[in-house]
């Protein structure tokens, strides 16, 4: 049986090790059967299948993002170099409860009539389904994609969380 104070040095500990990992930034979009478009930078996410080739990305249950790839057949992964944080402070800071972010960004339609940021280093899209909330990891809910369009390569130094773990979420987690 553990303690409340050894939930809190397990926590301390985790987030000593984790503050220091560097995973590579995302700003993930949709678009529902409505139209209603939506996007936000994504810190978790990892590719998970290689034959297929499939993508994981976790959602904050308190984004409007969530709410919208919930109801979204096929999801975008853009892929920022670190030249592009600008575009991360906007996905990252801004929440599409109040703002229509995409007003403040060049985009296009693109397949699957989803929202396309222009510039970024790269983006894939494809299907997406959401896992089961039994698989649920706490506040955030996992999204696999099967990329079925794929463009552009990086060729530069992603963005990385260290690169914006200042700045001030849209949402809490």
Same mark, same amino acid.
């Given at each position: 049986?553990?303690?409340?104070? +050894?939930?809190?040095?397990?926590?301390?500990?985790?987030?000593?090790?984790?503050?220091?990992?560097?995973?590579?930034?995302?700003i993930?979009?949709?678009r529902?059967?409505?139209?209603?478009?939506?996007?936000?930078?994504?810190?978790?996410?990892?590719q998970?299948?290689?034959?297929?080739?499939?993508?994981?990305?976790?959602l904050?249950? *308190?984004?409007?993002?969530?709410?919208?790839?919930?109801?979204?057949d096929h999801?975008?992964?853009?892929?920022?170099?670190?030249r592009q944080?600008?575009?991360?402070?906007?996905?990252?800071?801004?929440?599409?409860?109040?703002?229509?972010?995409?007003?403040?960004? +060049?985009?296009?339609?693109?397949p699957?009539?989803?929202?396309?940021?222009?510039?970024?280093?790269?983006?894939?899209?494809?299907?997406?389904? *959401?896992?089961?909330e +039994?698989?649920?990891?706490?506040?955030?809910?996992?999204?696999?994609?099967?990329? *079925?369009?794929?463009?552009?390569?990086?060729?530069? *130094?992603?963005?990385?969380?260290?690169?914006v773990?200042?700045?001030?979420?849209?949402?809490?987690?």
């Amino acid at each position: 049986m553990t303690t409340e104070s +050894d939930d809190a040095a397990l926590r301390a500990g985790l987030d000593d090790l984790l503050r220091h990992a560097n995973p590579p930034m995302v700003i993930v979009t949709a678009r529902d059967p409505d139209g209603n478009r939506a996007g936000c930078l994504v810190g978790f996410s990892s590719q998970c299948g290689i034959k297929p080739p499939r993508y994981a990305v976790w959602l904050s249950v *308190q984004n409007h993002t969530f709410e919208i790839a919930r109801n979204s057949d096929h999801l975008a992964v853009h892929v920022l170099a670190k030249r592009q944080r600008s575009l991360a402070e906007l996905f990252g800071s801004v929440t599409d409860h109040d703002h229509d972010k995409f007003a403040q960004c +060049d985009w296009t339609d693109g397949p699957f009539g989803l929202p396309v940021l222009s510039g970024v280093a790269g983006w894939f899209a494809g299907p997406a389904h *959401q896992v089961s909330e +039994d698989a649920s990891s706490g506040d955030h809910e996992l999204f696999i994609i099967d990329p *079925q369009v794929a463009h552009g390569r990086l060729g530069e *130094q992603p963005l990385s969380f260290q690169d914006v773990k200042d700045l001030d979420a849209g949402n809490p987690a």
